[in-house]
């Protein structure tokens, strides 16, 4: 076989890839901060697929705004909220002072002339928002693809929310941190004595589908006792635990986690919803909920100790890998194995028909 340079791979993608990157991701809804870090009257720049955003809560209502001012592009989020007579809370310009509203309309400009209008064209781009499950979600296009995924146990009595955790960037792409998430046949390599097990490196026996927005999978697969499992009390015993995947297409991943011989109705989930700041950049926002050990606080914080060094363990592994966007399925240029990678393989695919994995 001929030698072939492996530059294209580990080189940073063109700016044209990384366009229709971007281009693909845009009508999906992304999170980009939990709901709890925008305070009311203060303004919070974020970053969305290289887009800048100031959000805020004007009149109640939670906005997401272009972060650059129609005038000389300064940013608004160095701003500051105010009321103006006639148009409720506005984001003034910190620069010369432009007012804009909720609809990224400007309404005011100090400097005009008495007696002229404000131009039409002072306005800045306003994007679809809502909130849900403690956070913040975005949408950039017109019309988003699918609706917000509908994530089991979050919204439910009988489960106690754990907090929403943020972590440092990822150097990755948002799909590979989907992916790792997916992944679950490195669990012996990576997280070995935590959520896998070396002499049991078979593949569990997947079953994967697609059901609307939703990439279902479900397996069983041995775990060393941990604190994620109901019933934890012996560290040195594995057990069989059977999980249940959804992801919500292509940024949402939400595992139900049932040990086999626990009470069947003992459920811990663990979810995570990625937020595509580059395509080299990736924030994951972390939750959890159980059904068991209601009288215990929510916060575990053996819990969230174990997850933190799992996370840890996954970030070196994902952040090395080339190239950054997943190149399409069709390209052979990695190498699945059928069937222990049956449900990355339906996740790639369904990218690739999504037009998130491109061309090299
Ligand atoms: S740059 Fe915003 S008002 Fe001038
Ligand atoms: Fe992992």
Redesign the pocket.
Known sequence: MAMQSSRKITSAPSLETIDQYYNAMRPFWHPVLPSEDLADGKLCGVELLEEPLVLARLNGQTVALQDL?R????RLSLGAIEKVAGSGDCII?P????QYNAEGHCVRIPQLTPGRQVPREARVPAYHTQERYGLIWVCLAEKPRFPLPELPGLEDDRFLLGPIRRYPSWTASAPRVIMAALDDTHAPWVHGGLLGDRSHPEAPDHMVGRDGQYLKVQFIMLQPDNRALAGHGNDNQLREVQISTLVGMPNVIHFQIQPRDADGQQCMIIWQAVSPRRYNQTDTYWGSARNFNLSAPAYDEEFEKMQDLVREQDRRVVESQRPWLLPPFWTKLELPLRPADLPLIEYHRWLEELGISLAL
């Open positions: 001012c005038h000389f592009q300064a310009c620069y010369h002072g432009w």
